[in-house]
């Protein structure tokens, strides 16, 4: 029994072409929809590349990129034979292509939904690329004489002035690292000597952070050093006070900045291919009811379009018993010398014998 079976007439069938025409074309410019926002998200990730580590964070970007591109191929397709099935002449030379055609269309609204989904769960490999190029970028912030590594400076600054952060999780990550170039520790000071002793790893550490840390809105002067103590600065309380630097870290920062453009990218494309996937339904049934009126031989005639032949259950035996048919063919033919009658078959002599033969008798 058929699936969701529809009947149509003759002006039902063209006006379905038409739309589906029209909806093609709705669909390319959904194409290009979905290739802006992977682009936009790839130029998003590439600004902050410096201080992302190497992972899968493209595959998003990649996905939708590659979806959108294959969207306006298949859609402008799509059109031009939906255009052609408002007439049954035409149709004929799309008949044996539609079904193939519906086919890979279902398969590419299937990629687009798992294009879709991947926006939501790329949070935890961002969160883990973020984490560890924070690490590196603020292990080598002092590094401004190093190629290479002399521009971190820089993009940290600009990161934590832009996105209102400090540090990777927080402003005391900056206390465990010397941040502070050699370059501008003067090492005829018994402070700075005491404190390179003092470190196993013999490192410039103290409780302070780049002016980039700084809260521009906080009506006290900032203090970068000695956060810690209370007796460097005047009525201070480092553990009651509010501090008048930025408090939230920068992984966090980026990554509610991510987790923002991937919900929206997200939804939006959840919206083309529930869109997509209406518009595969429509070409399902216009291809049904033409296949149709060309077996019933009234062009003018009414015809049933469905989306299934059989019910579903049917559906996917016949399919699962091609693929085993298929299994078993290929079985047999890769296994060579089983199951071969004309082996081990003794061949016949055929040269010549001694064969007596009845004399005819003469008439």
Known sequence: MAVLKVKFTKTKRDKLAQILWILNWVSVVSG?????LGLFLKIEIKKRNEVMA?????SVPNMLISVGVIACIINFLGGKICYDCSDANKFSRWKLVMLPYIVCTFCFTFCILVGALMCYTMRNELEESLYLGLRD???FYKDTDIPGRCFLKKTVDMLQIGFQCCGNNGFRDWFEI?????????MASKEVLDRLK???????LVDGVPFSCCNPSSPRPCI?????NNSAHYNYDFLTEELNIWVKGCREALLDHYTAIMRSI?????LIWLFELSVLIGVRYLQTAMKNVLLLGDLEGESDGWLLENSFVETAKYNINIIKSLGKANQISTVSGMNDPNIDVQNTNCGKTNITTKSIPAA
Do not use: P
């Open 32 to 36: 290009i929809i979905l290739f802006s």
């Open 54 to 58: 190497k992972g899968d964070v493209n």
């Open 137 to 139: 970028a603020i292990k």
């Open 178 to 186: 010397q941040w502070v170039s050699a370059r501008y520790l003067n």
């Open 198 to 204: 003092s470190n196993v790893d013999r490192k410039f």
């Open 224 to 228: 970068q050093y000695q956060l810690t």
């Open 266 to 270: 997200g939804i939006a494309a959840l």
